[in-house]
């Protein structure tokens, strides 16, 4: 997978944001792990932003863009080095499965397999321009 776009419950987010947007770098957020279904949940910052953005969204002088993936029957999970404040590398490969979904930098890895993938969000916030240069 390339793109955001392609992703299920895409619906919002292309209603947002006029052209695909690559899957690439990320800020993690947050990572949530419900082990009764098996789910995990993973928010991140994008350093792109809508170019189609409700009004609202435009008055508010937000500068950023949070979405997440929402993941069920997730299996082979591995976390290493979690929390990071350095940006992550998203890589999302179609299997005969589901998907194989990796976040990772020099430091850090978060893998697993997984039979859904879901685009979650996307919603937009005022941050620290600094906080994204930094981190990367």
């Known amino acids: 997978m390339k793109y955001w776009n392609e992703m299920e419950n895409n619906i919002l987010f292309n209603k947002i944001f006029s052209t695909q947007v690559a899957i690439g770098s990320v800020s993690l957020y947050s990572i949530t792990i419900d082990n009764d279904r098996p789910t995990i949940t993973i928010e991140f910052d994008i350093p792109e932003l809508p170019d189609k953005a409700p009004e609202k969204w435009k008055k508010s002088g937000f500068n950023t863009c949070r979405i997440g ?68």
């Open 69 to 136: 993936i929402r993941c069920g029957d997730i299996c082979s999970l591995t976390i290493k080095n979690i929390p990071t404040t350095k940006n992550l590398k998203v890589t999302i490969l179609e299997t005969k499965d589901g998907f194989t979904v990796t976040l990772f930098n020099k430091e850090s890895l978060i893998t697993f397999s997984t039979e859904l993938i879901s685009l979650c969000g996307p919603s937009v916030y005022m941050n620290s321009l600094d906080e994204w240069q930094q981190s990367s």
